[in-house]
């Protein structure tokens, strides 16, 4: 395909999806539930976020024993994976108790809880980037040639830039729905609606936080469409690779510049 032409049919392709006439991940229902979620977000009058701040404060007295409960530790490795994508000798270290010793049996579960669960979560997004990405593939072509254009293959044949573009406007269709469907476990106590409240929506911490996990979505999937689809890696080679990719992204250069506050400054459920 002629420069020209691939410039003209991937202008159409943007134009249908920032018009949201194609929306390769969400059915009806989808766009009926993302609604939903909007207006929920936009009912929440409160100016400041509330985070995450007291579970990652050390309490004194009772309250102090219950940190190693699960309950507590639950909500406490569901913030660190949302923030962080990694999971650390030291971080386990910092969120059991400290005056459980690393030596004692209660310590060694808590660690294989923590372990399990982050594990769980990290294997649920990668999961569910990996059908994502083959849904806006597949969906390509469906809507190119909706479009008049003879286009078979064209995701392939567009560069980097290009794809990370339309990944970009796909989170921007219904970004807090997306939100909730990528990192749907650590959803259940990171309040992501709050990210999208209708009061200081412009706020820097909201702003900062919708610009970490957009980027995350575009840079992962297009890490996604790289080793899984172009080099057509198995399985196993996938998950060992992703999952590298995945622990490294909170550190990488565009997430430093961006100044986050760190796990304790997500909004809470």
Same mark, same amino acid.
């Given at each position: 395909?002629?420069?020209?032409?691939?410039?003209?049919?991937?202008?159409?392709?943007?134009?249908?999806?920032?018009?949201?006439?194609?929306?390769?991940?969400?059915?009806?229902?989808?766009?009926?539930?993302?609604?939903?979620?909007?207006?929920?977000?936009?009912?929440?009058?409160?100016?400041?976020?509330?985070?995450?701040?007291?579970?990652?404060?050390?309490?004194?007295?009772?309250?102090?024993?219950?940190?190693?409960?699960?309950?507590?530790?639950?909500?406490?490795?569901?913030?660190?994976?949302?923030?962080?994508?990694?999971?650390?000798?030291?971080?386990?270290?910092?969120?059991?108790?400290?005056?459980?010793?690393?030596?004692?049996?209660?310590?060694?579960? *808590?660690?294989?809880?923590?372990?399990?669960? /982050?594990?769980?979560?990290?294997?649920?997004?990668? &999961?569910? =980037?990996?059908? !994502?990405?083959?849904?806006?593939?597949?969906?390509?072509?469906?809507?190119?040639?909706?479009?008049?254009?003879?286009?078979?293959?064209?995701?392939?044949?567009?560069?980097?830039?290009?794809?990370?573009?339309?990944?970009?406007?796909?989170?921007?269709?219904?970004?807090?729905?997306?939100?909730?469907?990528?990192?749907?476990?650590?959803?259940?106590?990171?309040?992501?609606?709050?990210?999208?409240?209708?009061?200081?929506?412009?706020?820097?911490?909201?702003?900062?936080?919708?610009?970490?996990?957009?980027?995350?979505?575009?840079?992962?999937?297009?890490?996604?469409?790289?080793?899984?689809?172009?080099?057509?890696?198995?399985?196993?080679?996938?998950?060992? *690779?992703?999952?590298?990719?995945?622990?490294? /992204?909170?550190?990488?250069?565009?997430?430093?510049? &961006?100044? =986050?506050?760190? !796990?304790?400054?997500?909004?809470?459920?």
């Amino acid at each position: 395909m002629a420069d020209e032409v691939q410039e003209q049919a991937f202008k159409d392709l943007m134009a249908e999806l920032e018009a949201k006439r194609w929306t390769p991940l969400m059915n009806l229902d989808d766009i009926q539930e993302a609604n939903d979620l909007v207006s929920k977000a936009a009912q929440s009058q409160t100016a400041t976020m509330t985070t995450a701040g007291t579970r990652f404060t050390a309490p004194k007295g009772n309250a102090k024993r219950q940190q190693h409960k699960l309950p507590f530790l639950r909500t406490k490795v569901d913030f660190h994976s949302a923030r962080y994508n990694n999971l650390t000798t030291s971080d386990i270290r910092r969120l059991i108790p400290s005056y459980i010793p690393s030596h004692d049996k209660v310590y060694f579960k *808590r660690k294989r809880f923590i372990e399990g669960r /982050f594990g769980a979560h990290m294997t649920h997004s990668l &999961l569910w =980037l990996y059908r !994502a990405v083959k849904k806006i593939i597949k969906g390509t072509d469906v809507c190119m040639d909706s479009c008049g254009w003879d286009t078979e293959g064209f995701f392939a044949d567009l560069a980097v830039d290009q794809r990370k573009t339309i990944l970009g406007a796909v989170f921007d269709q219904y970004p807090l729905w997306l939100l909730t469907q990528f990192r749907k476990r650590e959803a259940a106590s990171v309040d992501f609606k709050q990210l999208w409240s209708s009061v200081d929506s412009d706020g820097p911490d909201r702003v900062a936080l919708r610009g970490f996990y957009r980027l995350m979505f575009v840079e992962m999937g297009e890490a996604t469409y790289e080793m899984r689809i172009v080099r057509r890696m198995n399985e196993k080679s996938d998950e060992v *690779r992703r999952a590298k990719a995945w622990k490294e /992204f909170a550190g990488c250069e565009a997430v430093q510049a &961006l100044n =986050l506050g760190g !796990a304790e400054s997500l909004p809470i459920v």
